[in-house]
């Protein structure tokens, strides 16, 4: 097993943290307190294959690996948790889906715009009585001659605001709890659906979280994704690789928060020494490095086995588990070393502090995650 990243692999990681430096950092306070989500530099992103890395050439995405995905998700991290997740929610839940489970007429219908940037994705699960337990859902999809009629209320939606398409899941068997949700690809200009209430947010306030709500939403039956009541189940096989992208977000909010501290404390200076030479907060430094790394392992692990088309249940919530704990464990350590400017937001570690915990909540909370695990171990 070797981890060790080809040049190639380098140059990709150099792209995207150039990208990030360069487009996204120099407002990113502004739009944080502003909750701007940066659609034209979303788009820039596409154009550099970021909207579509594992979907392949033939469709317009950019072929690369899951080991790839994972690093572009880390270094838009390191700068900005909420721009990563937009591109890994576009990514991983409402692209993949549609790559997951449409037919052949649907990809060439659809991905090409979702891979270049034309047209981003969103992804509706979550409802406000359905997070954790989806048996709750009550988004309702309705049977009527050659289309489908949805009503309901998805909530957390990333990038609902300003979707182009939508893959929302509803239930089309009330009686039949293994095989009574379908997914459905909903374009959002169709008559019936639009985004609700913006989210106002503690922390990723630049990625785009909305309600989606749908009112007698009519949608054909060739825009079913998938084998009618299956739906849940394919979106159980999304949750999988979406969790290595959320340990990946991870990974770059806790080595942002990491190298923050790292540069601060050896320049801050205290009793005639740099700070860092201080042992209490060498050994800080010393166990963020040490579980980074150690998260990072577990997130290549899973995507290497996704690439070789193994199931990943287990290790993707092994890796989504470890790595959101230990992003949260970092980023207080972070605050910690800056001290009194670790509270305040001229200095980077207040942002990392807030952005992060999502990271414990969303594609499953960390509860649900040591569930799967515990399953998959027990049997």
Known sequence: ?????????????????????????????????????????????????????????????????????????????????????????????????IYLAGNEEQKKKWLPKLTSGEWIAAWGLTEPGSGSDASGMRTIAVKDGDEWVLNGTKNFITNATYANISVVLAVTDKSDQKHGITAFAVEMDRKGIRPGKKENKLGMRVSDTAELVLEDCRVPSANVLGKIGYGFIDAMKILDGGRISIAALAIGIARGAYEAARDYAKQRTAFGQAIAQFQAIGFMLADMATEIDAAR???????????????????????????????VRATEKGVQIFGGYGFIKDFPAEKYYRDVKLCTIGEGTSEIQRLVIARNLLG
């Open 1 to 97: 097993m070797d981890f060790r990243l080809s040049d190639e692999q380098k140059q990709i990681k150099q792209m995207v943290k150039d990208f990030a430096e360069s487009e996204i950092k120099p407002k990113l306070l502004e739009w944080d307190e502003a909750q701007h989500f940066p659609v034209d530099k979303f788009k820039a992103a596409g154009e550099l294959g970021m909207l579509g890395v594992t979907i392949p050439e033939e469709y317009g995405g950019a072929g690369l690996s899951y080991i790839d995905y994972a690093n572009v998700i880390e270094e838009l991290g390191v700068v900005d948790s909420g721009f990563g997740l937009s591109v890994a929610a576009h990514n991983s839940l409402g692209t993949g889906h």
């Open 297 to 327: 392992l577990l997130t290549y692990r899973a995507a290497m086995m996704k690439d070789a088309g193994e199931r990943v249940t287990q290790f993707s919530a092994m890796a989504k588990l470890y790595a959101s704990e230990v992003a």
